[in-house]
C-alpha cells in the first residue's frame, strides 16, 4: 500500500459545512474518481482515510490535510488531477505528497495560522481590543459544547495576534466616492490545545477583555497549519515528505 497526504481548501459557501459532510463528499469524489484506495478489513469495510483535526463549521480553511491510503501506485500530481473534477465547487485539492518516513503528520502540527475579517470594526478599535487582551495571563470564554456550557482559557492558546485592514486610503483622491466601510483583519497564531480554542473564542476574549462587539459576523479562514518556530511562524507539515520524495 502506498500513503499520499493531501492538502485542500475549504472554499465559499462550503464554510458552513460540517465535517462530516465534508468527509462524506471526499469519499464520492474518491469513488467518482476511481482512486485505487485501500478499504479496512471487517463486515463494513471503509476506505483508509486519516483527517488530521477539521476546521469547524463557519470557517473556511487553505490549509486543510488528509492521509489516504492506496492499494496502487499513483503519482501525486495525477490524484490531484483525478479529483479535480469529482470535488464539489469550493472543496478544492490543492496539493499531493507521498508520505515520507519519521513522525506521523498529526505530530508536525501544533498551531495553526487563522486570518479573521471583521466587518464594521476599524483596524484602530481592533488594536484597542488586542493590546489589552493579550496583556492579560488568563481570559476565560464560555463555548456551549453538547455537555452544556463550558469554561476554557483563550488566551493560554494564543501565540500571536497582529492587525492590519485592506481598506483603502483614499484621502489623497480628489473624487474619493462612497466611503469604504472599515474592515479590521485579525491574523492570529493558536496553538493546539484540549479543547481547541476557535476563532470565535478568539473573538469573545476580546468580547470579554476590551468589550469589542462586531456589528456583523466576523469571516475567518485558516490560512496556516504546522509546527511552531523559535520566531512565533508555522513550518510546513508536508515539506519533510517532499525532501523524501521530490517531484518529478
Request: charged letters at 25%; one cysteine or more.
Amino acid at each position: 500500500m502506498r500513503k499520499l497526504r493531501l492538502r485542500y481548501a475549504k472554499r465559499g459557501r462550503l464554510r458552513f459545512t460540517s465535517h462530516r459532510d465534508i468527509a462524506r463528499a471526499f469519499e464520492r469524489a474518491l469513488r467518482r474518481a476511481h482512486v485505487p484506495m485501500a478499504y479496512s478489513q471487517g463486515f463494513n469495510p471503509h476506505p483508509k482515510i486519516s483527517w488530521i483535526g477539521a476546521a469547524p463549521t463557519g470557517v473556511a480553511s487553505e490549509a486543510e490535510y488528509v492521509e489516504i491510503q492506496l492499494v496502487e501506485a499513483v503519482e501525486p500530481a495525477e490524484l490531484v488531477a483525478m479529483l479535480d473534477g469529482a470535488m464539489p465547487t469550493g472543496l478544492d485539492v490543492l496539493e499531493a505528497v507521498v508520505a515520507g518516513g519519521g513522525d506521523s503528520l498529526a505530530d508536525r502540527v501544533e498551531a495553526s495560522r487563522w486570518r479573521i475579517e471583521l466587518p464594521g470594526v476599524s483596524p484602530a478599535q481592533l488594536r484597542a481590543a488586542v493590546e489589552p487582551t493579550l496583556a492579560e495571563p488568563v481570559v476565560e470564554v464560555e463555548r456551549l459544547t453538547k455537555h452544556g456550557m463550558r469554561t476554557i482559557d483563550a488566551r493560554a492558546a494564543i501565540v500571536s495576534a497582529t492587525v492590519s485592514d485592506t481598506g483603502l486610503d483614499e484621502t489623497h483622491l480628489s473624487d474619493p466616492g462612497p466611503a469604504t466601510p472599515p474592515c479590521g483583519i485579525l491574523d492570529v497564531v493558536v496553538r493546539q490545545t484540549t479543547p481547541a480554542v476557535r476563532p470565535d473564542d478568539v473573538l469573545s476574549a476580546l468580547r470579554v477583555v476590551a468589550a469589542l462587539e462586531p456589528p456583523v459576523p466576523a469571516k475567518a479562514t485558516r490560512m496556516a497549519q504546522g509546527r511552531l518556530d523559535d520566531g512565533g511562524g508555522l513550518s510546513d507539515p508536508l515539506a519533510p515528505d517532499r525532501a523524501n520524495h521530490p517531484a518529478g
